[in-house]
């Protein structure tokens, strides 16, 4: 298998393995010149973090050496022209689903597009998720980046959820908020098989398919309690979460966390079905009165078209539409039934 797969990325001069000692510079420069906007829009620091780490060489030498022994966090394949990397399509392991693999970061140099180099990326990419025995393969696209939509449908992926990144910009800075009435409380630990329940029952099942709900993402012990705290320690910041109880079943769920550096405050709401519509707008309220102790930062959520009520009630309070993203999914059975490989 990888013997036929060395093969089939020969048949193109320009495409080669990423590496990452040799790579991760231009790399970063790529992701910035193709997704400028995107990282200004979101204030990311992910084109400096790669140049920060490119500038580690005999850590990223030590890690690559072992690349050959363990299947690499970053990998995938790049394109490049007369010394140039002008293309990349990047793939990772999942590890909290078994033969789940990602793409991510498919970048064309702007000079270089209308050529293929990004379908012929793609395929040789999915010739190695098939090699490493890849159950799922999944990708997300913007919903406005028509051809990159076309391209993966092509391929066979489909569409299993679309979400909506929104954000609250700073110059509406949430002040003066009173505490609503309704009867949160803070998270305890004996709730994680309540929460368990609500997440099962407020996510649809493609997206449980891929990411399966596991009892222990809701089990806090010390020992994630202690990690958590000097994680936000470090980062200078302070997460809480709250539920809300009816009839002694959780029916709502608040995550937050407030940043003391210039990172974006983090807010995500889960409402059980049977009670959307009628808490949206008081558990915003209630998180956003809880934010409003630390500086004032742009807000930052996700939420699912799945979850329409909560959409409008973000809208409702000011929050802006940063992007919309497709999620998209491959099965490779299907594909390989399909394409015979």
């Given amino acids: 298998m990888v013997a036929q797969l060395l093969v089939r990325t020969q048949t193109d001069k320009n495409i080669r393995?990423?590496?990452?000692?040799?790579?991760?510079?231009?790399?970063?420069?790529?992701?910035?010149?193709?997704?400028?906007a995107e990282l200004e829009q979101s204030a990311s620091s992910i084109a400096a973090e790669m140049r920060q780490l490119a500038r580690v060489g005999p850590l990223l030498w030590l890690f690559g050496s072992s690349q050959k022994?363990?299947?690499?966090?970053?990998?995938?394949?790049?394109?490049?022209?007369?010394?140039?990397?002008?293309?990349?399509?990047?793939?990772?392991?999942?590890?909290?689903?078994?033969?789940?693999?990602?793409?991510?970061?498919?970048?064309?140099?702007?000079?270089?597009?209308g050529r293929g180099i990004a379908r012929k990326l793609m395929e040789v990419t999915l010739q190695e998720a098939r090699s490493r025995d890849a159950r799922w393969v999944s990708l997300e696209v913007r919903t406005d980046n028509m051809a990159a939509e076309h391209l993966y449908r092509e391929l066979d992926f489909q569409?299993?959820?679309?979400?909506?990144?929104?954000?609250?910009?700073?110059?509406?800075?949430?002040?003066?908020?009173?505490?609503?009435?309704?009867?949160l409380r803070r998270r305890r630990p004996d709730d994680w098989q309540g929460l368990r329940d609500l997440v099962k029952s407020a996510t649809p099942a493609a997206v449980q398919e891929m990411r399966p709900i596991s009892p222990y993402r809701y089990q806090i012990g010390v020992e994630r309690r202690i990690g958590q705290w000097f994680d936000n320690l470090f980062h200078?910041?302070?997460?809480?979460?709250?539920v809300l109880e009816v009839g002694g079943q959780i029916v709502g769920f608040l995550q937050l966390t407030g940043q003391q550096r210039r990172a974006a405050h983090q807010l995500q709401m889960t409402v059980h079905p049977m009670n959307r519509g009628a808490v949206e707008?008081?558990?915003?309220?209630?998180?956003?009165?809880?934010?409003?102790r630390f500086p004032a930062r742009s807000i930052a959520c996700s939420v699912s078209d799945s979850h329409p009520e909560a959409q409008c009630a973000f809208s409702e309070a000011g929050f802006d539409t940063a992007r919309r993203l497709h999620h998209m999914r491959l099965d490779m059975r299907h594909r390989k039934e399909r394409t015979g490989q």
């Fill in 17 to 36: 393995s990423f590496s990452m000692q040799r790579d991760l510079g231009q790399l970063a420069d790529l992701i910035e010149l193709a997704f400028r």
């Fill in 69 to 113: 022994s363990f299947p690499p966090l970053m990998g995938g394949y790049v394109w490049i022209e007369e010394g140039q990397l002008v293309g990349n399509v990047t793939l990772s392991t999942d590890s909290r689903q078994r033969g789940l693999w990602i793409v991510s970061n498919v970048a064309v140099h702007p000079d270089f597009r």
């Fill in 159 to 183: 569409v299993y959820d679309t979400v909506a990144e929104l954000s609250l910009p700073v110059q509406r800075w949430p002040r003066g908020i009173q505490e609503p009435l309704l009867p």
């Fill in 236 to 242: 200078r910041r302070r997460s809480s979460d709250w």
């Fill in 281 to 292: 707008t008081q558990l915003l309220a209630a998180g956003l009165h809880w934010l409003n």
